[in-house]
C-alpha cells in the first residue's frame, strides 16, 4: 500500500499560482499511476490531472492549459503546478496513486483558495 502526505495549498488571488506536492511513503510510487482530484463545497468529486508511471498525461477540461502535473520518482512525489487560477479553482485537492500492483492510497487533501 502507498500512503500520501500532501502540501503547497494556501490562499491566492485570481490570476496567481501554485503548486501542490504530494509524497508517497510507500516503494512502489515508480509503478503507479498518480492523480489529482479536486472538491468543491456543493460539488462532486472532480478528476484534475492524471500521470501514468512512464509519464503519460491527462487533464479535466476545467483545467487544459493552465494545470501541469509532474513527478519525480527518486523523490517519492508528484506535482500539480496550478497556474491562471481562477475563484472556481477553490477546492480541496486530494492525491490519489494507482499501483500496478497490490492497494493504492490517499492523501488527507489540502485547501486551495482562491479569492481576492
Known amino acids: 500500500q502507498v500512503q500520501l502526505v500532501e502540501s503547497g495549498g494556501g490562499l491566492v488571488q485570481p490570476g496567481g499560482s501554485l503548486r501542490l506536492s504530494c509524497v508517497a511513503s510507500g516503494s512502489i510510487f515508480s509503478i503507479s499511476t498518480m492523480r489529482w482530484y479536486r472538491q468543491a463545497p456543493g460539488k462532486e468529486r472532480e478528476l484534475v490531472a492524471v500521470?501514468?508511471?512512464?509519464?503519460?498525461?491527462n487533464y479535466g477540461d476545467s483545467v487544459k492549459g493552465r494545470f501541469t502535473i509532474s513527478r519525480d520518482n527518486a523523490k517519492n512525489t508528484v506535482y500539480l503546478q496550478m497556474n491562471s487560477l481562477k475563484a472556481e479553482d477553490t477546492a480541496v485537492y486530494y492525491c490519489?496513486?494507482?499501483?500496478?500492483?497490490?492497494?493504492?492510497?490517499w492523501g488527507q487533501g489540502t485547501q486551495v483558495t482562491v479569492s481576492s
Open positions: 490519489n496513486a494507482i499501483p500496478t500492483y497490490g492497494p493504492g492510497g
Open positions: 500521470i501514468t508511471s512512464v509519464g503519460r498525461r
